[in-house]
């Protein structure tokens, strides 16, 4: 379970336009998640680029959609 400031760090990160490529684009190598909320709150999630397994996350569903493709 995390703690209070865990969740405060998370959230202070989030909210800091450095971790933003291009303001839109976010990439924290300090933060391990690969999917974090968006600034706006209920605004949905985005993906952590910094982290490597946004890759793998990535090309595994374009893998995935090129065998439905395939198949279709």
Same mark, same amino acid.
């Given at each position: ?16 336009? #450095?971790?933003?490529?291009?303001? /839109? ?7 391990q998640? $690969?999917? =974090?909320p968006?600034?706006?709150i209920g605004?949905?999630? #985005?993906?952590?680029f910094?982290? /490597? ?8 569903? $374009?893998? =995935? ?6 198949l279709?």
């Amino acid at each position: 379970m995390k703690s209070k400031f865990d969740q405060y760090e998370n959230d202070r990160m989030i909210q800091d336009p #450095t971790n933003y490529k291009v303001g /839109i684009i976010y990439f924290n190598r300090k933060d391990q998640r $690969i999917l =974090v909320p968006k600034r706006i709150i209920g605004m949905g999630w #985005t993906l952590n680029f910094a982290n /490597i397994y946004t890759y793998v996350l990535i090309l595994g569903l $374009i893998f =995935v959609a090129l065998i439905f493709i395939r198949l279709g």
